[in-house]
Antibody, heavy 120, light 107 residues
């Protein structure tokens, strides 16, 4: 059974960098036809796709965030990470990590989500 | 970007009702569409992939149809556990985009 778990600071100061990690069990992040994704959801609002990384390490980002986002793999720990720079209050949201299966479906497995608040 | 427009944004229905939610894409996405159910405080759950394929473990009262730019999610007989918010997502082109959501409420 594939399981994903987000971790990281729940509070980030404005202009600082948001860093989250998604730990994966039940699957190897460096093999298979999978993407490893980040999605966020502000309170009471809809879902926003942030970006994803393929098992090979190639990445795609939402252009609305592209200049501030980096997603990377840590194969030694079987986890992947999100880094979002220069955050503002508009980045306050629940952040989810998820697995997408190539040529089948996005989001077949999700983490439970972690709330990140941007505030001083 | 492919814009995904869901309708209605809110739907009031009773247990046993047949419910249909529509998702329209601004450009053709072939059948690269997924449907999710989300309950308060929980992560979305995949229901349908490739527009009409039922994810394993999802009750057969859920079904999806459509291709190109128009898609529907149908719940054949609404159950108490189905009151939730539903989202569509296209994965035909980057950036992947979601519809705005449809909240299914108790009538």
């Amino acid at each position: 059974q594939v399981q994903l778990q987000e971790s990281g600071p729940g509070l980030v100061e404005p202009s600082q960098t948001l860093s989250l990690t998604c730990s994966v069990s039940g699957a190897s992040i460096s093999s298979g036809s999978y993407f490893w994704s980040w999605i966020r959801q502000p309170a009471g609002k809809g879902l926003e796709w942030i970006g994803r990384i393929y098992t090979s390490g190639s990445t795609n980002y939402n252009p609305s965030l592209k200049s501030r986002v980096t997603i990377s793999l840590d194969t030694s720990e079987n986890q992947f990470s999100l880094r979002l720079t220069s955050v503002t209050a508009a980045d306050t949201a629940v952040y989810y990590c998820a697995r997408d299966t190539e040529y089948r479906s996005p989001g077949d497995y999700w983490g439970q989500g972690t709330l990140v608040t941007v505030s001083s | 970007d492919v814009q995904m427009t869901q309708s209605p944004s809110t739907l009031s229905a009773s247990v046993g009702d047949r419910v249909t939610i529509t998702c329209r894409a601004s450009h053709s996405i072939s059948s690269w569409l997924a449907w999710y159910q989300q309950k308060p405080g929980k992560a979305p759950k995949l229901l349908i992939y490739k527009a009409s394929s039922l994810e394993s473990g999802v009750p057969s009262r859920f079904s999806g149809s459509g291709s190109g730019t128009e898609f529907t999610l149908t719940i054949s007989s609404l159950q108490p556990d189905d009151f939730a918010t539903y989202y569509c997502q296209q994965h035909s082109s980057y950036p992947l985009t979601f519809g705005g959501g449809t909240k299914v409420e108790i009538k």
